[in-house]
């Protein structure tokens, strides 16, 4: 699970621990006991948040305006290719 400080809770840590995912989390700077992470990993949640906040730029996306989960899902390539091409 890749995840941003929100997340950094012992509770949650134990929890997908305990289903066997592995955890890349950021950790709050003042976190007792630091855990170990994978940074390269961790340095694609940046690439993935800022495709959501591209994607988002697209107001049909954004406002979660289509009908079906089809119809919004070609919405999502479609601007993907359109951000692609940019």
């Known amino acids: ?3 941003d400080k929100a997340f950094d809770s012992n509770s949650i840590i134990a929890d997908l621990t305990q289903r066997g995912a592995k ?3 950021s950790q ?3 976190r007792a006991q630091p ?3 994978d940074l390269d990993i961790y340095k694609w949640r940046h690439l993935i948040e800022n495709f959501f906040c591209k ?3 697209f107001k049909r996306i ?3 305006s ?3 989960d089809t ?3 070609a919405m999502i390539y479609l601007s993907s290719a359109i951000i692609n091409s940019r």
Do not use: G, L, Y
């Open 1 to 3: 699970m890749i995840a």
């Open 23 to 25: 955890i890349v989390i």
């Open 28 to 30: 709050h700077p003042r």
């Open 35 to 37: 855990i170990d992470i």
């Open 55 to 57: 994607i988002k730029e």
């Open 62 to 64: 954004a406002m979660r």
């Open 66 to 68: 289509d009908k079906t």
């Open 71 to 73: 119809s919004f899902a």
